[in-house]
């Protein structure tokens, strides 16, 4: 009698095993790896359709869709690692348009030998943000280069989302008066990156901010304060994307250096590194830019959320025709906050 | 910035004492005089940027630019031999991070050359560029050594080391320069820039001391106060300047002493003593070939010299026809006073050198302090 058992595949070895080309063919290796991983770890009933595309229900309102692609090195660091970083990016720049995040779709592009071990460390990750977020991963891909050609991996999400009624949320709404609010400190998620470069190691008790923002963003919606621009200010940090919003506003800032929170193991970082904490990238954090009458509402309503108890006005919106952001000083004086010039931190995100 | 607090840090930025320190400077000084004080170095011209201490200083008093800064000095030849070896030469070059944006002949910096395939790595310390050689014993690996008497040292252990490994592929193109030398060559100059004194610098005299600056003082009758790198530093080496300069006085004062003694660090000055010797002559970009103003290793460590082991020979190269970048070095120009300031010539696209560092007072200008201008 023959032994051959014909329903049995052996299990992917999640211990030892490698990513191979065979995972992108499109053959049985690739759907076994999606079936026992990414399937098996992000589980819902869009995805278990098993088609080329998710089917979704009707929603009601306006629709917001954004996408992001993650080339964080490393891939693991303190406070996270890729795979929650790709979830979090995605929720977050949907919720800065005001919406609730709905779905994600995750689109993978493996690298030939990338152990399988980390792999599925990621997707774990990647599945519990998405579940603690309540944004299911409905959709996804994946894709397998050559060894050399990719850096272990890279995920693309991309977010949809729906806007409540009455919310119009843009970079270019912002008005001569306004208040701009930060939710917390600066600098976390880009100093816990470049506190464990392989050339740049050293001890700090950094840790990453990374966090999806959807929560506390409803919140700041349910203040009635009368909100004109959110957004996180992640690569460049608070002063670049201060930047983009006076550009795009046409308006100018002024800035307290007072006001902006900053770790004392972050300033010492960036003290010792040179970098100013300014420039360094967040992944959980939002400026909020509202009309002066409501900012002291808004405030309130934030610092109540555990995601921005640090919150605070850091400045107000003026009018000025070339778009400056300036600063007073803790000194007592004045300069200006420019865009980044050229790269401070290559892969931050 | 709101900290819990950066213990040795957050003492030299409280505010109260910058306003204490300001308000005797505005009451000292002289309204029927000017103070034209030069920063020597580029941490301090960074600095009184990004603090805006010229909000806290009188209209008479003017804080002129000096050539402190490493990247800003730079030639471009010399820059157009690190590519050339980079590109020619097969080999990984290593460098910090600024030296990587100055612009070299063809519009071709260390940056573009690695984009164009060159092997190009930015390193926070020499210790990097060790580690990378020992990593790739059948590659060349050449370290772009540039700065004043403070990354000189470190340059100097990692040649020690690399000699007492006897590594066979590790060199260096050695650009280190001296500050002093800088300080005579402009104070020599015939229709120089008109000073009344020096900010003296914080990190090099911490290796060279304060004696080297008696010169300054004794034979060119300026006053130098070394200060350190802290606005409040910066402050009180000013109100220190203004003092000397209302009586008459022409002395090397310390108000760095927290790091800064008359003799240096000895241990520093006998360590680049044993690997490098004096050039006879070097050029300086603004300030043109100074004598005696730069560094080479000495002939018992010359395998470790790249420029006699490859076959790149120094081209001098003039600086872009419309770059005010010399004039602006040698103090005789303000960086809104180039015509390529701001518009051809910004952080992201510089043309000269002294719009690529931080530290380089055209950088710095343009990212703190331009809104002056239209204000």
Known sequence: MSTVKPNYTRPLDVKNGRVEMSHGSGGRAMAQLISELFAAEFDNEYLAQGNDGALLPQASGRLVMSCDSHVVSPLFFAGGDIGCLSVHGTINDVAMMGAQPLYLSASFILEEGFPLADLKRIVESMAKASREAGVPIVTGDTKVVEQGKGDGVFITTTGLGVVREGVHLSGNLACPGDKILLSGSIGDHGMAILSQRENLSFDAPIVSDTAALHGLVATMLDSGAQLRVLRDPTRGGLATTLNEIAKQSGVGMMLHESAIAVNPHVAAACEFLGLDPLYVANEGKLIAICAQKDAQRLLEAMRIHPLAREASIIGEVMQDAHGFVQMTTRLGGCRMVDWLAGEQLPRIC | MSRQGMKYVDEFRDAELAKNIAANIARETDPTRTYRLMEFCGGHTHVISRYGLADLLPANLRMIHGPGCPVCVLPVGRVDQAIRLAREQDVILCTYADTMRVPASGHVTLMRAKAGGADVRMIYSTQDALKIARAYPDREVVFLAIGFETTAPPTAVAIQQASAEEMKNFSILCDHVLTPAAMHAILAEENGVALDGF???????????????????????????????????????????????????????????????????????????????????????????????????????????????????????????????????RGQKSPQQCKIFGTVCTPDNPVGSCMVSSEGACAAHYSYGRFREVA
């Open chain 2, 199 to 329: 900010v003296g610098p914080a990190h090099v005299s911490t290796v060279i001391g304060s004696k080297p600056y008696e010169p300054f003082a004794d034979v060119y009758r300026k006053p130098v106060v070394i200060a350190g790198f802290e606005p409040l530093d910066v402050m009180q080496a000013i109100l220190l300047l203004v003092r000397q300069i209302n009586d008459g006085r022409a002395e090397v004062e310390n108000e760095f002493t927290r790091a800064v003694t008359r003799e240096g660090n000895l241990k520093a000055q006998a360590l680049l003593a044993e690997v490098f010797e004096l050039r006879d002559v070097f050029e300086w970009r603004g300030l043109g070939s100074v004598p005696n103003s730069a560094l080479r290793l000495r002939p018992k460590y010359a395998a470790f010299d790249a420029e006699l082991k490859f076959d790149v020979d120094y081209v001098a190269v003039p600086d872009n026809k419309a770059c005010e970048c010399a004039a602006i070095l």
